[in-house]
Structures are given as C-alpha cells and as structure tokens.
C-alpha cells in the first residue's frame, strides 16, 4: 500500500500542473503521487504526440503554465533555439505555433525540475498505472490501480481529462468492432497503417478530423478522404484582420469583471448572448475589423459569462450552441489549414453536410448510406476505413473510462445536471451525489465543463488551477 498526503489521477497537462503549482505554494514538504499510465508525464492526450502536424491551435503566447509569469514559454522557447528549431513554427501571420509535442516537452521539463526540487520541499512521485476505483476512508480515499497495488491519500485529485469518443449511430453496434474502424482518432500508430490508397470517412469534420487528415496526409495517404457531419459545421478561417501579436490573455482573464459583462451587462440567456454577440460582430465588422474581436472577449469572459446563466440555458447551449462556439473557439494553426485546404482544392479531401443513416461491413470494406442535410436523397458510398472524430465524451456516468464511471456509480462525485462534466463547487471540491461538496476530492480540468464551461484551452485550466491551490493548501494545513 502506498500512502500520500496526495494523489493525482491523471498526468497529462492539468495533473502535471496542479502537482507544479501544489509544490510551489504548500506550506509544508507533502507526499504527492501522480497516478498516469503514460511513461510520461505533462503530455496527456494533447500534448503526447510526435508528429510535426499537430500544432497548438493558438500562438505561443496565448499557452502558458505559470499565470504569474506568462512569458516563461518564450523564454524557453527561445533557449531551446527558437524558429530556428522549427521553422514552421512561424505562421504567415507573423505568430508562432508551437508543434504539441514541444508544448508537452516544456511541461515535462518543469514538472521534472519540481521533483528535483520544489519550494516546499515536497516529494512527487509517479506511478505508472492506472485507477481504477475508490473507496472512502476515515482520512480520505484509498484507490485501487489496475496493476492491483493500492494508493491511500488524504486528498484525491482528478485528472483524468478528455474521455475516448463513443462510436454514433449507425456505429455504435458490432461494426464499429470490425476491422478499418478506428475508433480513437488520436491512435496515431493505427492511423499510420491505413493503406495510402484507402477510402477514408471520418465521422465529423472539426478540429479533431483536421488533426486526423494531417496526419493522413503527412504519411503519403493518396486515397480520397471524406469527413462528414450532420450540421456540417468547419472550424473558422482565423481572420487576417484578427491576426497580429495576441493580447495579454492573463489581463483580459483576471478582472472583477470580465470584458464581455462589463461592455454588455450580465446576460440569462443565450439568445441574448448570442444576439449581443451578432450585433457587435456586424459592428466591428463594418469598421473594418473581424467577428474574432468580439468572439475573442465572449471566450476570455466564459469564466464569467456561464455561472450567471441559469440551468436550463446551460442546457440549451449544450444542446443547440455548442458545436458552433467550438468551431469558432478552436481555430487551426495556419500551417495546417494551408495544407487541408491544398488537398481540398486537389479534390482529394472533402466535407459535407450529411448524416449517415446506415451502415454495413462485408468483404473488409463498409457500405455508408448518406443523407445530405436538407435533402431527401440518399446514396451509398464504400469506404476501407473509418475514423470516428466526433470529439471525446464528456458524461461521467457513461464514460469509459473505469475511475471516472466508478466515482460517479458510488455517488462520490454526481455528473453535472447540464450534462457534462462533473458537479463542483467554485474551489473545485466534488459535488457527490448527496449534494454536499467533499473537501477531500477535487476535480480539475476539462471534467469540470459543466461548472467553468471553458476549462479545455490550457491557460484556463493553469489559471483555475493556480487561483483553486491556495485553497487546498489551507484545507492540507488542517
Ligand atoms: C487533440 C487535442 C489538442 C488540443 N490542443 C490544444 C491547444 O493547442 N491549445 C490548448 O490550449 N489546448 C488544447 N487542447 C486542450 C487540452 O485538452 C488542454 O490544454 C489540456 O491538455 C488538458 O489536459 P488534461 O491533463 O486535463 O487531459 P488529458 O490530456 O486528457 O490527460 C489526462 C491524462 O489522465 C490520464 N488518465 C485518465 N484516466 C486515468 C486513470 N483512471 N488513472 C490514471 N490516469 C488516468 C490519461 O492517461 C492522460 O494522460 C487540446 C486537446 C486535445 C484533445
């Protein structure tokens, strides 16, 4: 059994950082265990990957770890070499996009440099495994890892991210089990094996297909690839008037007010918001300036903006808006939008508005009967291999992810009524199903969508993070 005053399940960004700033602001040497499978930690699904393709989806600046020191990225950056490095790094638009893989390397290096030393003189191991249940203790939560070895902590911290996609109708059967059906998209080995001449269909068209035809394209695939989905929405061309060095992301989020609120009052609705929204952008655009400045304050307000709308709201935006926020909240980097598009104009890759309504695997190929939005035609199309990049799955009760479904069938942590993401109060202590927040559970990261809303770009989270710490660094002291 190992013991801990602490113990993080999960390593990628979000754990590695909270362990970061944990070490740096205790008041006391503490015993912190990252649990993550992966051999390394900081990288998490977005940031684990080797391939040059995959490139932060915002300039250098607007990414950070320290909020009190947000332009320690660059210093890094440039020590490591800068462009010089990576010479597509530098995007046409003057800015630079680092590759993913750098992003996780820097994350690593720093949590690296807090387990060789840290300000309170804390331990932080990691073991390498994997939780896959929790009981509670007189003193906190005992976990059970999938290797059988057990970890006992004062407080438990999760982690855990992003959930792997499930597979929609018509996949969700037994086809989505046969061969050429790739149901985690970001399986960068599997992808790599599809033949180069193979008919490719990929089940939604946003950034997680972009990083998916990157990578296909990157690896000689020659076949034609289609990425289809019901709304048909594309992530946003990111404006060259919107374009320039990005503004200081840590002042537009710390404020007592946020930008948005303070321009436009507090909205209770989204068709509020969204007409406030509407109207600004036609403002701005008529002066000669891009929807994104706007769009760029509602998104830097999220923080702000979400807990003042009332449930039902939260809902609807979940259910009607959501998919359009994210096509405009999560650009390409521009290197990769000019290579998607080259292939597009090639004829090569395709998108369309449509819905598949049945689907059949015979003779290692699948038979898709398409609908096209708006029509009442349908066709059969035959692909070699299918890629499902409808975006990770965020309910809790419904994971797949064994801890995470475990925490919420033993109603330690009740999924959040909007629908995603767990219930947690303004500290990040777990709602549990009896409605009383546990001091001794913390949830950060993207599994809280449903209390924060925009807890996924990276800053978000290390920002939260480093204004929830102090309050678990009281809770530690007691
Ligand atoms: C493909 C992709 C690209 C992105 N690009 C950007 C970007 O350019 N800029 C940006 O700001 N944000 C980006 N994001 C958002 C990004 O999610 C956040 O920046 C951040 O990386 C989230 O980190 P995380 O650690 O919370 O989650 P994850 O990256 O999902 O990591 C969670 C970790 O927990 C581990 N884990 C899960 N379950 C268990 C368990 N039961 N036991 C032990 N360990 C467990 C997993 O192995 C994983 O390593 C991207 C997200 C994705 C998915």
Known sequence: MTTADVAIVGGGFTGAAFAIHLSRM?????????????????????????????????????????????????????GQGGPARDPDALAADGNIYLRRGDFGCYVEEQLRAHIAGNPSGSTI???????LAARRTSSGYRLTLDDGREVSAGLTVLA?????????PPFDGAISDCPGFLGDPWDTARLREIPADARVLLLGMAQTASDVIAVLLRSGHRGPIAAVSRHGLRTRHRP????????????????????????????TSVRGLLRTLRAEARRVETAGGSWLEPFGDLRDSVWDVWPALPLEEKRRFLRHLRVWYDVHRFQLPPQIEARIAEAEAAGQV????????????DNSAFTVTLQPRGSGERRRETFDAIVNCTGP???????????????????????????IGFSVEEECRAIGAGGHADPRLRIVGPLTYGAFADQQG??????RLYRTVPDIVAALRR
């Not at 699904?45 to 250098?60: E, I, Q, S, V």
């Not at 998108?351 to 059949?360: G, I, K, P």
Request: net charge neutral.
């Open 26 to 78: 205790a008041e006391r040497s503490l015993d912190i265990v990252i649990v993550e499978p992966r051999d390394r930690l900081g990288r998490g699904l977005a940031y684990d990957t080797a391939d040059p393709d995959h490139r932060l989806n915002a300039p250098l600046e607007v990414h950070f770890l320290y909020p009190d020191a947000p332009g320690h990225l660059r210093d890094w950056y440039a």
């Open 125 to 131: 191991r990691h073991l390498r495994s994997r939780a």
């Open 160 to 168: 855990a991210g992003y959930d792997r996609p499930t597979a929609p």
């Open 240 to 267: 060259q008037s919107g374009s320039g060095p990005p503004p200081d992301v840590v002042d537009r989020i710390v404020r007592p007010v946020s930008l948005f609120s303070a321009a436009h009052g507090r909205h």
């Open 350 to 361: 395709s998108f369309e508005a449509a819905s598949c309504v049945s689907a059949a695997y």
């Open 393 to 419: 799955g965020m309910r809790p009760d419904r994971s797949t992810n064994p801890f995470v479904r475990a925490l919420a069938a033993e109603g330690f942590a009740a999924p959040h009524p909007a629908g």
């Open 458 to 463: 990276a800053s978000f989270i290390a920002l």
